[in-house]
């Protein structure tokens, strides 16, 4: 069981729990990882954070006699914290690739959400949840917002209603954590829930130093709009491994020397982004196209480091697609992912090579299963695998010129034209492809993406504003959230956004590196506008 400062941690190995882990030690406890159901019964306090698909993590719970310690613990009242699935596995059962059998230990049914009503699935993002009793870790959440990514949802019943500490609303009003005694589980991530997060978990860790107070009241809110700060990394031309950004793409001084603009170190920014309120850090390998990522070990460095001291996702992107090195050893693209997941992302990012598999199964009309996008989310879930569209506008004097959607735009070409269609393009914008972001957004979405990165290399780094033609056509288009991107110069520009289109994430880098424009002030500007953010 171990000490005072030992938490006990139920990874079954299907996932990333490293968030987990690094928040538990940035509390300072030490882990002790079960091996055996023993460990599960002398654990002095116990956290399961569930990952990967319902079926599978009752298997190996089943199969290792895992499940049966795990309830005895639960109806002996001894400290438990479930995250995510870790509160999914405790109902009876559950729809996802079922119905499959859970730990029966609560009344009720996961489901999935239902996303005909107009809401976007997976439901990611951050939300005020609905306290309904007393649940002692949640105590002083008041209405500060948590992060959840998830299909899936259990709801509250009169059956489970001893259980429900709290709800929150999304389309359906679902369960957001429970409690009883001693145990007590969350749909939401604590460990990706900023500050807020940390003292959720801190209340669980140090029960016993936290004064005994009425909870303040929380009301649920509506799922809030988040600010992305992004993070362009590569290497320089002298080998170090910068922050750089980009016009258009080009991220060259157009001096003499021509060198790789460097706007700082990728860990200390990112730190910095996470202390100023950033709803989530991407990191892109803008040269990954066609350097190894795996050779790439500072890049898998700058994650870990940067986990360890950001509690918010992380996303990371560029090279991930199958790959021979120079010995003739083959990696898989999902051997590159798990080298991400394991080194601290929680999502990753995939463009070039997201371009071909659409276009492939749009020529085909077939899943083959085997593209990067679809082994990653098989195996990760959907709600891990972000797709990066890079299109350039091409204007058309008609829009029947192409075959491709187009769009009337609010500002005429060059020539007057009126229309236009948005170009996919592959290796960092270098090359353009015979399919447009319409028809890629659409087909990603079927392969199992479970969100969009929405950039434009017209307005990168031009600072007037984000391509509102093209995120309406695109967040009209699909059902999973869609992040937009390119061209932030003012705080206008996210309201701009947010009201003109249906995106549900807006992501700036340059205005963020050049200090022009602080996180803070978005969030400010877009309360003032009535927009909800996480503050
Ligand atoms: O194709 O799977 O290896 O992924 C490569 C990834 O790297 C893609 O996500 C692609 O968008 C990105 N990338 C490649 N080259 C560049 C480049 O700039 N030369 N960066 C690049 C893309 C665009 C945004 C940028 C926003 C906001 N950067 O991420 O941060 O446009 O900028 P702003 O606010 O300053 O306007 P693969």
């Known amino acids: 069981g171990g000490g005072d400062s030992v938490v006990t941690l139920l990874d079954y190995g299907a996932g990333n729990v490293r968030s987990v882990r690094n928040a538990i030690r940035f509390l300072g ?12 019964l002398n654990a002095k306090r116990l956290i399961f954070p569930g990952v990967g698909a319902f079926a599978a993590a009752m298997d190996v719970l089943n199969q290792s006699g895992m499940a049966e310690a795990l309830c005895t613990y639960v109806q002996n009242d001894r400290p438990f914290l479930g995250i995510c699935l870790g509160l999914q596995l405790l109902f009876e059962s559950s729809e996802e690739n079922g119905p499959v059998k859970g730990l029966g230990l609560i009344p009720g049914i996961v489901g999935r959400f239902d996303s005909s009503n107009g809401f976007r699935v997976p439901h990611i993002g951050w939300n005020a949840l609905h306290i309904t009793k007393d649940s002692e870790i949640l105590d002083d959440i008041g209405n500060h917002h948590v992060y959840f990514v998830h299909s899936y949802r259990a709801m509250p019943s009169d059956d489970n209603k001893e259980w429900v500490s709290s709800t929150c609303n999304y389309g359906d009003n679902f369960i957001a954590s429970i409690r009883r005694g001693n145990v007590h589980a969350v749909q939401f991530h604590p460990e990706k829930s900023g500050d807020v997060g940390l003292s959720i978990l801190r209340r669980f860790l140090y029960p016993k130093s936290h004064m005994k107070k009425k909870p303040i009241e ?16 590569r290497t320089n031309d002298k080998g170090d491994l910068v922050v750089t950004k980009g016009d258009q ?127 990653i989310s098989r195996v990760y879930g959907n709600q891990a695998v972000v797709v990066s569209i890079d299109p350039r506008r091409v204007y058309l004097k008609n829009p029947d010129d192409v075959k491709f959607k187009a769009v009337r735009v609010r500002n005429p070409g060059p020539n007057g034209e009126e229309y236009a269609w ?49 995120i309406k056509l695109i967040s009209d288009a699909v059902n999973i959230p869609v992040i937009a991107s390119s061209g932030a110069g003012a705080v206008e520009h996210f309201s ?25 002030a978005v969030k400010e500007h877009l309360l003032k506008a009535g927009i909800e953010v996480r503050t």
């Not at 406890?29 to 599960?40: A, G, L, M, R």
């Not at 809110?221 to 362009?232: N, Q």
């Not at 087909?443 to 007037?464: R, S, Y």
């Not at 701009?496 to 424009?517: D, Q």
């Open 29 to 40: 406890f030490d882990i002790k990882d079960v091996q055996t159901p023993e460990d599960i």
């Open 218 to 233: 929380g009301k649920a809110s509506k799922l809030a709009k988040r600010v992305i700060a992004c993070l362009d990394v």
């Open 249 to 375: 793409y080009d991220v060259r001084e157009h001096t003499k020397e021509n060198e790789v603009r460097n706007l700082g170190k990728p860990v200390d920014l990112a730190g910095k982004y996470y202390k100023d309120g950033a709803d989530e850090v991407s990191f892109l390998n803008i040269t990954g196209f066609r350097d190894f990522p795996l050779g790439d070990l500072p890049m898998l460095q700058v994650l870990c480091y940067t986990s360890e001291n950001v509690f918010v996702p992380l996303t990371v992107g560029g090279g991930i697609r199958d790959f021979t090195d120079g010995n003739g050893r083959y990696y898989s693209s999902l051997e590159v992912a798990s080298e991400y997941f394991r080194s601290g992302a929680d999502k990753i990012s995939i463009g070039s090579d997201a371009v071909y598999a659409a276009e492939e199964y749009l020529r085909t009309g077939v899943k083959t299963g085997k593209s990067s996008l679809e082994q």
């Open 422 to 470: 948005y170009q996919c393009t592959v290796n960092g914008g270098r090359e353009g492809r015979p399919i447009g972001a319409y028809e890629l957004a659409k087909a990603v979405e079927e392969l199992g993406a479970g969100e969009i990165l929405l950039n434009c290399i017209d307005c990168d780094g031009q600072g007037k504003g984000f391509d509102i033609d093209l």
């Open 496 to 520: 701009e956004v947010f009201t003109k289109t249906n995106a549900s994430a807006a992501l700036a880098a340059g205005i963020f590196h050049r200090n022009e424009v602080p996180i803070q």
